[in-house]
């Protein structure tokens, strides 16, 4: 079961989906609502809904940003980034489901920032948010230089390509064992323990011992895509 973490309570993100899968409020319900039809009642609530929280990511040519969704209308969103988004001028907002809408930044304060649709979107999908197969946490697709220093004292020079609450991915020319324990750290990113789950074609898959808050890593992953092409690492000698 996929909880979303550190953004209020925690809580199992099906709560989520039950509540808002209903019909999201936009204020109140209208007092005639039983005897509404659905496209009525729809057409009413069209201008809009507030999400009590949905998990996506901002896709930019600067690289890829975990957000909050708070409130959806049919001509856009508002969203909680966790720190200031870098300029960009190409960004979509990937949901849970895999679907991506291409998006135009209106306004933006501090930490929350609200865009406009590009193209027209089906609203009700937004807020049902339909998927196949059972959602997995968001990975962020990136290439940040890092350190993994094994338990008998190798250190070697890796990069982060995929970064998750839960995992990484990473590239190496070293050779890790299936279930070794690592330890992995870069600028922006703490030392953080974790074992090797897979390894194909000079790529592993880390799972990390402890997962991280949600908001703690939007703010990793914005330091590491704004720190890794001015900030090279050094490996140590082996």
């Not at 989520?16 to 209208?30: E, S």
């Not at 020079?157 to 020319?173: F, M, P, R, V, Y």
């Not at 090797?196 to 074609?201: G, M």
Request: charged letters at 30%.
């Amino acid at each position: 079961m996929l909880v979303l973490q550190g953004f209020g309570h925690e809580r199992p993100a099906s709560q989520f989906g039950d509540r808002m899968q209903n019909a999201l409020k936009i204020g109140a319900m209208p007092h005639d609502a039983a005897l509404t039809s659905r496209s009525e009642l729809e057409q009413r609530l069209a201008n809009r809904y507030t999400l009590l929280i949905r998990a996506a990511k901002l896709v930019t040519e600067r690289g890829e940003y975990l957000c909050i969704i708070r409130d959806v209308s049919e001509t856009g969103i508002s969203v909680r980034t966790f720190h200031p988004l870098p300029d960009a001028y190409r960004i979509q907002v990937e949901l849970q489901n895999g679907d991506a809408h291409k998006v135009e930044l209106v306004w933006q304060d501090d930490d929350r920032a609200g865009f406009r649709f590009k193209d027209q979107v089906d609203i009700m999908r937004i807020i049902e948010s339909p998927c196949r197969f059972a959602k997995r946490a968001i990975r962020l697709n990136l290439a940040a230089e890092a350190l993994v220093t094994t338990l008998d004292g190798r250190n070697e020079t890796a990069t982060i390509t995929d970064l998750s609450q839960q995992g990484a991915k990473i590239t190496c020319s070293c050779r890790l064992a299936i279930e070794e324990q690592v330890k992995i750290s870069a600028p922006g990113l703490p030392e953080t323990h974790a074992k090797v789950r897979w390894r194909k074609d000079g790529a592993y898959g880390l799972i990390f011992e402890d997962t991280y808050q949600y908001g703690d890593l939007a703010r990793i992953v914005e330091r590491l895509q704004r720190t890794e092409r001015d900030t090279p690492v050094q490996p140590r000698t082996c």
